[in-house]
């Protein structure tokens, strides 16, 4: 079992950047894949970015390709989101999820946080 815990949404403006943490509890966070997915209202959930066990690999959506960053930091049980530039449809729900293997399929993630809200402003 692994407790996550997101922080870092808020209300911004178009263009501007947000930092995203989820913090884990329980299990060893490192053998743990992690993802970040977003919904926005009346939205499907979508994936935003994954990362591997170890950090080395990333994936991302091709929505948030070269604005948003995944990172983590294993000794503090956190990964995170880097968000810049950020445009009104990336208005949404932004949760962070654990699994024993990295991918974009929400399906397949285990854990989920309760996620933290990230309004953008045109």
């Known amino acids: 079992q692994v407790h996550l815990v997101e922080s870092g949404g808020g209300l911004v403006q178009a263009g501007d950047s947000l930092r995203l943490s989820c913090a884990a509890s329980?299990?060893?966070?490192?053998?743990?894949?992690m993802g970040w997915f977003r919904q926005a209202p009346g939205k499907e959930r979508e994936f935003v970015a994954a990362?591997?066990?170890?950090?080395?690999?990333?994936y991302y959506a091709d929505s948030v390709k070269g604005r948003f960053t995944i990172s983590r930091d294993n000794a503090k049980n956190t990964v995170y989101l880097q968000m810049n530039s950020l445009k009104p449809e990336d208005t949404a729900v932004y949760c962070c999820a654990a699994d024993y293997g990295v991918g974009s399929d929400s399906a397949r993630y285990d854990y989920w946080g309760q996620g933290t809200q990230v309004t953008v402003s045109s």
């Open positions: 990362i591997s066990r170890t950090g080395y690999t990333t």
């Open positions: 329980g299990r060893a966070f490192s053998s743990f894949a």
